[in-house]
């Protein structure tokens, strides 16, 4: 495992949500990131955010680490959950709510 | 970088047969597409994996040359 591997491997578990993006929550860079925030912040729980566009190498590195082409990347307790388009379909199906208690994952204060 | 919607359906066929794949084109400019694709390969597949195998059809284009496709996958009744 390369360096960059294991840093994001440590990113990764550094918060229950993990979200891997372009830009901020306050702002996003591109309309898939600002979709995932958008559900984020309706799902109701805390959540971490990685700007890649701050950091080239975990911008490329993340995309060999979950073997997913794109940005953003939902981590979940360190698991790879998916990216906007998957976000979307599950909370849209409720799903993703049920994860998040499924993993025990703390609401947003 | 443009893809004519073909493309994507070519790639996406050629690897899923049995698919029913639909592209819109959601900004007219040949780079913001949706893909709708309906294949009984997804079957018994998470949701990433099924995203995962129709990236590999489309053989690393995604993220790059194909900056957008909002991507469904469906498994059929």
Redesign the interface.
Known sequence: MTDTQARIGDIVNSSDVVLFMKGTPLFPQC??SSLAIAILDRVGVEYASVDVLQDAEVRNGI?QFS????IPQLYVKGE????S??MK??YEAGELDELMAEKGVAPAA | MPMPAEEIQGLILAAFPDAQVEITDLAGDGDHYAARVVSAAFRGLP??RQ??AV?AALG?R???ELH?L???TVVPD
Request: charged letters at 20%; aromatic letters at 14%; zero cysteines.
């Open positions: 309309g898939f995309k073997d997913w082409p794109t790879f959950v998916g990216g388009d998957i379909e599950m | 949701r990433v995203h995962q990236y690393g995604m993220g790059g957008a909002q991507l469904t």
